[in-house]
């Protein structure tokens, strides 16, 4: 799997090999083993025991990823070469996609009907970004950046229907159906990561300096310009109600900025490198993790930290995701007999 550069909610992940094979827990139960957060409510810290269930085995020589759609209800992630979609309510697999070619990102479109994904077509040696159909597994379009330009990261929309890809121009926006390019952004330094907002209507990018900068999907038109705050942003957000964007500096803070005023309403201070991080579900929260294993939830209104939790021992889960609309939380952990890994899912209190 490979991506953006962490984990933007509806854009690409980084490539991260982990081992021999991937386990899936797609629920949780009430109590028994599993994965231990500890909880830090203000005062002396407590733990909360939660298992997740193994639904799917991917026998693999290699895993990395995965990455979630943009409304958390399906997974991506890679066996042997070939990507996978898995239903993250059941765990059952509901396609597999071969003949890609060597990929630098992918990203999956809500309901998880297709994926996109840009690289080396090993046909034709040339960089292309290819569309899929999950159910059928058959490559549906085909777009191509003009004079060889590379893509530095990619999204896929809510619907399927659009795919942006960050160039060194700025932001391409394609209609999937046709494979017509249908909008050229242009960003000064040009763009390495893009994200839609959850509803699609919003897209939103990076440039020079730290800057964000949002458009119209339907109409291409500028929706506005603010600052991250970040010397060098590395994925980003929308919130749900497309009022808040968030940056993401890997080896920094995570800021959520009002769009329409400019204004930094939350400073989240990471102890490690940022894993992920998502709104919550009504835009009044955001959540982070990061590679320490830790995680907090902080409220927009005041930028305060509502709640924070950390892996207790003898879990050792690092690079936790963040489930869209940050009810959940995911790691991975080795199996018992160390021969793989596990990915366990957590409630977020």
Not at 113 to 127: E, I, M, N, P
Not at 132 to 157: D, I, N
Not at 174 to 181: A, I, M, P, S
Request: include cysteine; charged fraction near 20%.
């Amino acid at each position: 799997m490979s991506g953006n550069h962490t984990a933007p909610p509806s854009g690409s992940r980084p490539r991260r090999r982990r081992g021999s094979h991937l386990l899936f827990a797609a629920a949780l139960v009430a109590s028994g083993g599993g994965l231990v957060a500890c909880q830090d409510g203000g005062g002396d810290a407590s733990c909360v025991a939660s298992s997740g269930t193994v639904r799917t085995e991917l026998d693999a020589a290699e895993v990395a990823g995965p990455q979630f759609s943009a409304d958390g209800g399906h997974l991506l992630a890679e066996q042997d070469g070939k990507l996978v979609v898995i239903d993250a309510a059941t765990g059952k697999v509901a396609g597999r996609i071969s003949g890609t070619g060597r990929r630098d990102f992918e990203a999956l479109s809500d309901g998880g009907t297709s994926v996109a994904a840009y690289g080396l077509d090993g046909g034709s040696a040339l960089h292309r970004t290819g569309v899929w159909e999950t159910a059928s597994g058959k490559e549906a379009q085909t777009l191509v950046e003009q004079g060889g330009t590379e893509v530095a990261g990619l999204a896929v929309s809510p619907d399927g229907k659009q795919v942006a890809t960050a160039t060194g121009t700025g932001v391409h926006l394609w209609d999937v159906r046709t494979g017509r390019l249908t909008g050229d952004l242009k960003v000064d330094g040009g763009s390495g990561t893009v994200a839609f907002a959850p509803d699609g209507k919003l897209l939103a990018a990076t440039g020079s300096g730290g800057k964000l900068l949002l458009w119209d999907t339907a109409t291409g038109k500028a929706q506005g310009e603010v600052d991250s705050g970040r010397d060098s942003v590395t994925s980003i957000a929308v919130s749900p109600d497309g009022k808040y964007v968030a940056a993401l500096e890997e080896s920094g803070p995570v800021t959520a900025v009002e769009v329409a005023t400019g204004r930094q309403v939350a400073v989240v201070p990471a102890s490690g490198f940022v894993a992920g991080m998502a709104f919550g579900s009504d835009s009044s929260t955001i959540v982070t993790t990061s590679s320490d294993a830790k995680a907090s939830r902080t409220g927009l209104a005041d930028g305060k930290a509502v709640r924070t939790f950390e892996v207790c021992a003898p879990y050792r889960t690092s690079d936790l995701m963040v489930v869209p609309g940050g009810a959940a939380l995911v790691g991975l952990e080795k199996t018992a007999d160390g021969s793989g890994y596990e990915l366990v899912t957590f409630a977020v209190p």
